[in-house]
């Protein structure tokens, strides 16, 4: 009798690497890391990781829209001292300082820090040591203000940077408005940085507001925005097409214009957050049948119910916001503390109003009585498309050590929107010698640079120290090497993975 045959062996299985999944799969592991700078840390860790990033624009709209904008810091007024959430998770000295000293003066500069006021809703304050001109710079913007050197005589000159559409690579733009105390007329000029050249609207004499106003306006998308407490409303300049149009308060919030914030939710809409007695309102800036827009009532949260989980106090006690700071694409930025406790914590907070969920940012043991302004991350431009010549270097299969972060910063289009605004101004036209007389002189605006440079200069290696060191200590550790690295990453990964096959 014939001896059987042994069946055949199976063949052997190729273990399934990290770097086979698809690009497909890839974003979906991505969209469950838990920020941005996990996001940064992964698109450079190697060319496939990267492509899968910057190739899929719908990829980035759903991170976008999953994850807050990351708080690398918190500046206080009037000095811009920092509070960094990052310190909270790191052992590491340099990351609580990496903000340090940012208005020091130097006595070589024609600027220094005006004393009254350093800083001052987003804005640092400089005054000529020689003119005693005084101008208002927002970094995060970046906006400049000049304000006139006779008040009530000169006009204020405004200049703003219009964030670009970084999807469809649109041109960045600056919006310079002239105007005068009263604004009882006002000009709008546009620098586009495709044409790079400014292009100035006629002259609107019909009076906007009714009497004099020195707030500093916010840029919100495309809109920037005033707000005349003493009139209750908001002026707001359409950047589409330039018009200014006047955005009455709704009744309820007249008289209260510290307790709000104007920002966009997620599908870009105009929107204002308000805080009274203890629920979050947001208004949306609708139009009627007729085309006339009013901020209609959009939703309501009640806060004490919100963030019972992450105080632990009881939903009795009478929680308050200590600061409305911020509201970008849908997301507001807060903090919480209970009125009645004069020693109670102070819990920084981020908040989706799509989803009514809420993430604890970091927690403060002592309230901070003071106005903070919050520093916030913005999408990296090396992550939306691959071309030759990108700021960010990936060499082999693997970022460079000094890839998401140490990149090459161009000059701000600010800067040369300044640079040229004189010029677009001679051209034999008397209407323009107002703006003319109230804008800085050629050693003034040079000086100015420099020390807007610096300004910028130290933020940008605080940012880098923050977002190398501190930003996510498990995941961006430098000083383990390329191969350490690399195996928490897979890590990280694998559980990333793994809630995605289990859900």
């Given at each position: 009798?014939?001896s059987?045959?042994?069946?055949?062996?199976?063949?052997?299985?190729v273990?399934?690497?990290?770097g086979?999944?698809?690009?497909?799969?890839?974003?979906?592991v991505?969209?469950?890391?838990?920020?941005?700078?996990s996001?940064?840390?992964?698109?450079?860790?190697?060319?496939?990781?990267?492509?899968?990033?910057?190739?899929?624009?719908?990829?980035?709209?759903?991170?976008?829209?999953?994850?807050?904008?990351?708080?690398?810091?918190?500046?206080?007024?009037?000095?811009?001292?920092?509070?960094?959430?990052?310190?909270?998770?790191?052992?590491?000295?340099?990351?609580?300082?990496?903000?340090?000293?940012?208005?020091?003066?130097?006595?070589?500069?024609?600027?220094?820090?005006?004393?009254?006021?350093p800083?001052?809703?987003?804005?640092?304050?400089?005054v000529?040591?020689?003119?005693?001109?005084?101008?208002?710079?927002?970094?995060?913007?970046?906006?400049?203000?000049?304000?006139?050197?006779?008040p009530?005589?000169?006009?204020?000159?405004?200049?703003?940077?219009?964030p670009?559409?970084?999807e469809?690579?649109?041109?960045?733009?600056?919006?310079?408005?002239?105007?005068?105390?009263?604004?009882?007329?006002?000009?709008?000029?546009?620098?586009?940085?495709?044409?790079?050249k400014?292009?100035?609207?006629?002259?609107?004499?019909?009076?906007?507001?009714?009497?004099?106003?020195?707030?500093?306006?916010?840029?919100?998308?495309?809109?920037?925005?005033?707000?005349?407490?003493?009139?209750?409303?908001?002026?707001?300049?359409?950047?589409?097409?330039?018009?200014?149009?006047?955005?009455?308060?709704?009744?309820?919030?007249?008289?209260?214009?510290?307790?709000?914030?104007?920002?966009?939710?997620?599908?870009?809409r105009?929107c204002?957050?308000?805080?009274?007695?203890?629920?979050?309102?947001v208004?949306?800036?609708?139009?009627?049948?007729?085309?006339?827009?009013?901020?209609?009532?959009?939703?309501?949260?009640?806060?004490?119910?919100?963030?019972k989980?992450?105080?632990?106090?009881?939903?009795?006690?009478?929680?308050?916001?200590?600061?409305?700071?911020?509201?970008?694409?849908?997301?507001?930025y807060?903090?919480?503390?209970?009125?009645?406790?004069r020693?109670?914590?102070?819990?920084?907070?981020?908040?989706?109003?799509?989803?009514?969920?809420?993430?604890?940012?970091?927690?403060?043991?002592?309230?901070?009585?003071?106005?903070?302004?919050?520093?916030?991350?913005?999408?990296?431009?090396?992550?939306?498309?691959?071309?030759?010549?990108?700021?960010?270097?990936?060499?082999?299969?693997?970022?460079?050590?000094?890839?998401?972060?140490?990149?090459?910063?161009?000059?701000?289009?600010?800067?040369?929107?300044?640079?040229?605004?004189?010029e677009?101004?001679?051209?034999?036209?008397?209407?323009?010698?107002?703006?003319?007389?109230?804008?800085?002189l050629?050693?003034?605006?040079?000086?100015?640079?420099?020390?807007?440079?610096?300004?910028?200069?130290?933020?940008?290696?605080?940012?880098?120290?923050?977002?190398?060191?501190?930003?996510?200590?498990?995941?961006?550790r430098e000083?383990?090497?390329?191969?350490?690295?690399?195996?928490?990453?897979?890590?990280?990964?694998?559980?990333?993975?793994?809630?995605?096959?289990?859900?």
């Amino acid at each position: 009798m014939a001896s059987q045959q042994p069946p055949p062996s199976p063949p052997l299985s190729v273990p399934t690497t990290i770097g086979a999944l698809t690009d497909d799969l890839l974003r979906e592991v991505f969209l469950r890391l838990p920020d941005l700078p996990s996001l940064v840390c992964a698109a450079f860790t190697c060319r496939p990781f990267l492509h899968a990033v910057r190739s899929s624009p719908p990829f980035r709209r759903r991170f976008r829209a999953l994850h807050a904008p990351p708080l690398l810091a918190l500046f206080r007024e009037p000095d811009m001292s920092a509070i960094v959430p990052a310190a909270s998770r790191s052992s590491d000295p340099a990351i609580a300082g990496a903000f340090a000293d940012l208005l020091r003066d130097d006595d070589a500069s024609e600027w220094r820090t005006y004393s009254q006021i350093p800083y001052s809703d987003g804005f640092v304050q400089f005054v000529n040591r020689s003119t005693e001109l005084v101008v208002s710079y927002n970094p995060h913007m970046p906006s400049l203000a000049i304000f006139p050197k006779k008040p009530h005589d000169e006009p204020y000159l405004e200049f703003h940077t219009l964030p670009p559409d970084q999807e469809h690579q649109s041109p960045s733009r600056v919006v310079c408005v002239r105007h005068d105390c009263s604004w009882a007329c006002a000009r709008v000029a546009v620098f586009s940085s495709h044409a790079m050249k400014w292009q100035i609207f006629p002259e609107s004499r019909k009076p906007l507001l009714q009497g004099d106003m020195h707030t500093i306006c916010t840029v919100v998308d495309r809109f920037v925005c005033w707000l005349d407490p003493g009139e209750d409303c908001i002026l707001a300049l359409n950047t589409a097409t330039f018009q200014f149009c006047r955005m009455d308060l709704p009744a309820s919030l007249r008289g209260s214009y510290s307790r709000f914030k104007i920002g966009q939710i997620k599908d870009g809409r105009l929107c204002m957050v308000n805080v009274q007695e203890c629920t979050l309102s947001v208004w949306l800036w609708t139009p009627d049948n007729l085309g006339v827009g009013r901020f209609v009532l959009h939703k309501m949260f009640p806060l004490h119910t919100i963030v019972k989980e992450i105080t632990k106090r009881p939903v009795e006690d009478n929680v308050d916001v200590g600061d409305l700071m911020e509201v970008i694409s849908g997301f507001v930025y807060l903090s919480v503390v209970y009125s009645r406790d004069r020693q109670s914590s102070e819990w920084f907070l981020s908040f989706c109003l799509e989803t009514a969920e809420v993430n604890l940012l970091f927690k403060e043991t002592r309230r901070s009585y003071c106005p903070v302004d919050p520093y916030i991350m913005v999408w990296p431009p090396s992550l939306i498309h691959n071309k030759e010549g990108s700021e960010t270097e990936v060499t082999g299969d693997s970022a460079g050590a000094d890839g998401p972060v140490h990149t090459k910063e161009a000059s701000p289009v600010l800067f040369t929107a300044l640079q040229s605004f004189k010029e677009a101004l001679i051209d034999g036209d008397g209407t323009k010698i107002a703006e003319m007389e109230a804008f800085l002189l050629d050693a003034e605006l040079g000086s100015l640079l420099n020390r807007i440079t610096t300004l910028d200069v130290a933020l940008a290696a605080g940012r880098d120290r923050v977002l190398r060191i501190g930003a996510r200590p498990d995941i961006c550790r430098e000083e383990m090497g390329r191969e350490g690295w690399w195996q928490m990453f897979k890590e990280v990964l694998w559980r990333a993975s793994s809630r995605l096959f289990a859900s």
